[in-house]
């Protein structure tokens, strides 16, 4: 008899996780809330505006890890473009928040400011319905989740992977750039979508409305963080491991690697285009530079950093990356790309599995009685794979 | 229309008798007589329509009087007094026609007036002048100014210059001229000779000339419209041609750079199976060797400054050669059968050597002169350029390709890296040192990108984020050509440089680079091993 599905998502996280996402869950619906609104502003503790976006907008990238991370880590695909996926989902909502500006904007006409720059008369068929919100939560999840399973059936349908799956999605994500670049493709071309002002009537400027947003971005990384560790424990999630590290060995057998991979793809591209949608409010505005190929490597460098293969790793990557990139480019803004550089190298030289992988490793060296719970993922692609022969030459380099 | 023609007719009743006088006197070829006294009242007329015809009408009878002339009006010294023409130069008033000095002052003339309708007279009795003078490049010049503003007061000196002009590309401009003239006359028989001499020409204004005959209310004359359709498709079919070999030339010259980028990419991943990243940034690396070159010979060696880039050929290899054996030697190697963190690790190797050009050289892009030998271009046709730069670096990339080629199939060391591409494992078994194979391989490859960078600065910006757009390009090459093929290298660059440029033609330049994004896309769903695929018996590969 099967497990009852709430028993499975129960074990699907060791006690520890449980009481770590309950503390997360405290920090982001109690403290944060209580520390921005509650405590006056010249409060020791007082959470100000920029702190609240920036952890906001940290959320929803570590949202992006973890769906960088399920296909990366678990099903060893390799996706340089999904900065792409995250802009479409930001670019759906984005309309929606466009729509609600009315008649405020500067020209002070129904139709968006850059349609009526370009003297438009209408809006095009595929802005239809996008004053409603709920249409636009639909296109949140539609567009980036249509785009990837078409491109992903085509893509493993034809076996490609590894390298060539990478650069493909890169390519895809450049043509998308450059098309969006456009004026005439309807979506503020260079300078994309800004000036909003409300949500469902709602100022989005408002300390209230910061609050919420920065709520549901928790809200959106428990549930995905909940979801990404019931998946990968599940029968799917080791069907996923084993395509990961034998996909021959797998067709083999007898699976059909397509769907899996299709369906954990799809998945990680509609996690991406939510991260989006949270993230544009937030910020206060999306345009092409966010599908540039170079967003999208950075992306797989804080999984990379946090350690692949453990959603915690993903979470911790994009938290690290992004603090450190935010307190470096207000520093020190012509180091941050020699830092990240650095990263990129140091990384993938001297830590395979990132902070995690050092974590459970330092753990080992001190003599701990037991490997960590960390340790007991499933190895990472890269260290079952990698030859004597490179682990001692690091040695040498280190 | 209608008025047009009857302007038309009138000033060539009142050319008639300076025709049949000038025809005499070029058969004769002795000196020319004084010029007709009507056509030199014509040129104190009131009204600026028979002026003009005066003016052109000067220009036509040529010789020394009538340049004098026209030199006069030019110079605002041409005045009317007394119902006669006359020149009044210092102080002194000379007449016209004759040139003998009168008893004047020169208070009593009114000069003529020059406005810009005269000012173009000017020019074509000046052309029709020098049409009839003995160097080619102003008999040249006067011919094409003729074949643009002719009009049928200077038939004679186009006629003239048809019979004793022995230069052919004059002559076919001369040709032109007259044609376009004859266009107006009455006769059909004029008119269809000259709409079938216009056929000859590949300009596309005389298209737009012809569009009318082909309007039976404006061309009464079926055989003329009948021609003019005729004419007017071949112009299309030789501008079309031009066009098409312009934008041909153009996807070769796209091809070239894109060859040269992606030639040492197809070695490095061929080779190693490492997807180098930071490949675009050493073709930076070699833009900014040739930018060091060209500064140490502006400061020690100016009288050689145009030939820098030759200079520049040999630093711009060894520089990117450098850094790719440093590259090689301290994090690639490292990463051998991790393609994917490979890909991470050049990333950030490519950040870090973006951003040292920006602290070295500054953000701006920095400024490279093309060589004097190098800049202009050849015409091919009206408005069909192909510039000397391009064109250079089309031969250049033959250049390097030919050197890639002998080296990776006449020497030992080709053959290694041939070896290791196939089988890594047996290679090493049979005594291939494939380590050092493989650093060769990086630093031949990374020349070459620089070799590519060279070329580049010679026709791109270079700053510090130069390479970052052509890493897409040469990575669509590699893919579309097949792994560590350089036919498929060559074939793929070629190919995709056409076809863009064909694109950009029709849809626009960021269309036609999406259009080949998704064909490439596409392309490799259906042959994931590219164009040309290395035949193996590999399960997963």
């Not at chain 1, 003599?367 to 030459?393: I, L």
């Amino acid at each position: 008899m099967r497990t009852p599905f709430t028993v499975r998502l129960f074990n699907s996280m060791p006690r520890a996780g449980w009481a770590a996402l309950a503390l997360f869950a405290l920090f982001a619906w109690v403290w944060v809330p209580l520390a921005h609104l509650a405590l006056p502003a010249d409060h020791a503790l007082h959470l100000s505006s920029y702190w609240v976006s920036l952890l906001g907008k940290i959320l929803c990238y570590m949202v992006v890890a973890v769906a960088m991370d399920l296909i990366w880590g678990y099903a060893g695909i390799l996706s340089l473009g999904h900065g792409l996926f995250f802009a479409l989902g930001g670019y759906a909502f984005g309309m929606y928040l466009m729509r609600q500006i009315g008649r405020d904007g500067s020209y002070g006409a129904e139709l968006p400011d850059f349609m009526v720059f370009l003297d438009w008369k209408e809006l095009p068929w595929y802005w239809w319905g996008t004053d409603s919100f709920l249409w636009a939560l639909l296109l949140v999840v539609a567009v980036p989740g249509l785009l990837a399973w078409v491109f992903g059936y085509f893509a493993f349908r034809s076996r490609i992977k590894g390298v060539y799956f990478a650069i493909i999605t890169q390519a895809l994500t450049y043509a998308a750039m450059l098309l969006f670049f456009r004026n005439e493709t309807g979506f503020g071309g260079n300078n994309g979508f800004t000036d909003f002002k409300r949500i469902l009537g709602h100022g989005i400027t408002t300390p209230e409305m910061r609050v919420v947003l920065f709520a549901l971005s928790a809200a959106l990384l428990a549930g995905v963080l909940l979801l990404g560790r019931y998946l990968v424990t599940s029968r799917f999630g080791r069907v996923l491991a084993a395509i990961r590290d034998a996909e021959s060995r797998v067709m083999f057998i007898g699976y059909n690697p397509l769907h899996y991979k299709l369906f954990v793809w799809t998945l990680s591209a509609v996690l991406c285009g939510l991260a989006g949608a949270l993230y544009v409010p937030q910020v206060g505005i999306i345009n092409p530079s966010e599908m540039s190929p170079a967003n999208s490597i950075e992306i797989a460098v804080w999984v990379a950093v946090g350690g692949r293969g453990t959603l915690v790793g993903a979470v911790l990557g994009a938290g690290i990356v992004n603090l450190a990139k935010s307190w470096f480019t207000v520093s020190f803004p012509e180091y941050w790309p020699f830092f990240l550089g650095f990263l990129f190298i140091a990384v993938t030289l001297f830590l395979p599995n990132g902070v995690i992988g050092l974590w459970s490793t330092l753990r080992a060296r001190l003599g701990a009685r037991r490997p960590a719970p960390a340790a007991a993922e499933p190895p990472v692609q890269g260290a079952a794979a990698e030859p004597p022969a490179a682990e001692s030459s690091r040695g040498a380099v280190a | 229309m209608k008025k047009q023609a009857s302007h038309w007719a009138r000033r060539a009743l009142f050319l008639l008798p300076l025709l049949v006088a000038f025809l005499l006197l070029a058969a004769a070829g002795k000196a020319r007589a004084a010029l007709d006294e009507a056509t030199l009242q014509g040129l104190g007329a009131a009204d600026f329509g028979e002026r003009i015809a005066a003016i052109e009408a000067v220009g036509a009878t040529g010789g020394e009087r009538a340049r004098a002339i026209i030199a006069a009006l030019e110079a605002g010294e041409l005045g009317t007094a007394g119902g006669r023409v006359v020149i009044v130069r210092d102080g002194r008033v000379v007449d016209a026609a004759s040139g003998e000095a009168l008893e004047l002052v020169a208070d009593a003339v009114d000069s003529l007036r020059v406005n810009n309708r005269v000012r173009r007279a000017l020019a074509v009795a000046n052309a029709a002048l020098d049409l009839e003078s003995g160097e080619r490049a102003r008999r040249l010049a006067a011919a094409q100014t003729l074949r643009d503003n002719a009009s049928e007061v200077v038939l004679p000196v186009l006629e003239r210059a048809l019979e004793s002009e022995e230069d052919d590309a004059i002559r076919e401009v001369v040709l032109l001229a007259a044609a376009r003239v004859n266009l107006n006359a009455d006769d059909p028989a004029k008119r269809l000779k000259a709409v079938t001499a216009l056929g000859q020409s590949s300009d596309a204004g005389v298209k737009t000339l012809l569009e009318p005959f082909l309007d039976p209310a404006s061309e009464p004359d079926a055989g003329v419209r009948e021609a003019a359709a005729a004419s007017i498709a071949a112009i299309e079919r030789r501008v079309s041609i031009a066009r098409n070999i312009g934008t041909v030339f153009s996807g070769l010259s796209l091809g070239s750079i894109l060859l040269l980028a992606a030639l040492g990419l197809a070695i490095t991943y061929g080779v190693m199976g490492i997807i180098n990243m930071a490949h675009g940034e050493l073709l930076m690396i070699g833009a900014y060797a040739a930018f060091l070159v060209q500064g140490l010979f502006r400061a020690h060696l100016p009288e050689y400054v145009d030939w820098y880039v030759l200079a520049a050929i040999p630093a711009g290899f060894f520089a990117a050669a450098a850094v790719g054996v440093v590259m090689e030697r301290t994090v690639l190697r490292f990463l051998y059968g991790r393609p994917l963190e490979s890909l991470l690790a050049t990333w950030g190797i490519s950040l870090v050597l973006i951003q040292a050009a920006r602290v070295l050289f500054g953000p701006q892009n920095v400024e490279l002169a093309n060589p004097s030998w190098m800049s202009g271009g050849m015409e091919l046709a009206a408005g069909v350029v192909l510039p000397w730069n391009r064109i250079v670096i089309l031969g250049f990339a033959v250049f390097v390709l030919l050197l890639v080629w002998l080296m990776m199939n006449r020497t030992r060391l080709g053959m290694f890296v041939r070896a290791v591409t196939q089988n890594r494992a047996m290679a090493g078994c049979v005594g291939v040192p494939t380590a050092r194979v493989d650093t060769l391989a990086f630093a031949i490859g990374a020349g070459i990108a620089g070799l590519g960078g060279v070329a580049l600065s010679q026709i791109a910006n270079v700053g510090p984020a130069m390479g970052q757009g052509y890493i897409v390009d040469s990575f669509m090459v590699v893919v579309l050509g097949g792994v560590g093929q350089l036919a498929g290298a060559v074939w793929a660059a070629m190919g995709l440089g056409i076809v863009s440029k064909f694109l950009e033609g029709w849809a626009g330049a960021v269309i036609a680079k999406i259009l080949v994004l998704v064909f490439i896309i596409a392309f490799i769903q259906k042959r994931p091993q590219g164009i040309f695929a290395l035949k193996g018996r590999f399960a997963d590969n």
